[in-house]
């Protein structure tokens, strides 16, 4: 199974030069069977623009987060802080493969209307 993802542009830029290798959530997806993350380029590119496969999802305190994945977040400490603030548990997506689509897709070409806040299962 897959999830599309909302990432804001410049991760996006970061995941595929593979600056970041994680991806950071408050709320993770509870199936377990999740292998892929499609990738949403929020405003202003608002388009699917490629996929990774996920090689695992760490679940840890912010602190622990951080002191595991900071070589490769691709965000500063500061923005990580601020994001995870008053939260006890963060959630860091390993990117495992990553492939970026030649063509950008619209979300009404796979059925869906609009991005998910947070994510969205796809089949």
Known sequence: MKVLLPIK???VKKIFSGEKRYEFRKV???SKDIKT?????S???SKIVGEFTIETIIKD???MIWGQTKDYAGITEDFFKKYFKGKNKAYAIEIKRCIQYQR????NKIGVKRAPQSFM???
């Open 104 to 107: 950008p897709i619209e979300l």
């Open 121 to 123: 299962y796809l089949k």
């Open 61 to 63: 305190s912010p602190e």
């Open 28 to 30: 993770i997806f509870k």
């Open 37 to 41: 993350v499609v990738i949403y380029a």
């Open 43 to 45: 405003s202003p590119i």
């Open 9 to 11: 542009p410049e991760f």
